[in-house]
Nanobody, 123 residues
Framework: QVQLVESGGGLVQAGGSLRLSCAAS????????VAWFCQAPGKEREFVAS????????YYADSVKGRFTISRDNAKNTVYLQMNSLKLEDTAVYYC????????????????WGQGTQVTVSS
């Protein structure tokens, strides 16, 4: 099993940047696919980005391509989401999630979830 804890959320002006972190427990973290999802008020949870355990493949939602970068440091059991050029519509609770399947763009494909961190983008 793995436990996930997100951090790094906050209030930022449009055009600004934030870096989210997802710290994981467990000695086999490098075997997990890790993803970031976001959920805005009144909306369903949406896929943002994911990264394979080996970190050699990443995937992004079209809405964040070119603005967000996902990375991981398996030695530190941590996955990051660098968020640049933030927009008002990026405002949401951001969750990290993990699975051993090695693939997944839907929230039901992930077994492990963090508690979420709020990102608020202001004008």
């Amino acid at each position: 099993q793995v436990q996930l804890v997100e951090s790094g959320g906050g209030l930022v002006q449009a055009g600004g940047s934030l870096r989210l972190s997802c710290a994981a427990s467990g000695r086999t973290f490098s075997r997990y696919l890790v993803a970031w999802f976001c959920q805005a008020p009144g909306k369903e949870r949406e896929f943002v980005a994911s990264i394979l355990g080996s970190a050699d493949s990443t995937y992004y939602a079209d809405s964040v391509k070119g603005r967000f970068t996902i990375s991981r440091d398996n030695a530190k059991n941590t996955v990051y989401l660098q968020m640049n050029s933030l927009k008002l519509e990026d405002t949401a609770v951001y969750y990290c999630a993990a699975n051993r399947r090695g693939t997944g763009f839907k929230d039901y494909e992930y077994n492990y979830w963090g508690q979420g961190t709020q990102v608020t983008v202001s004008s």
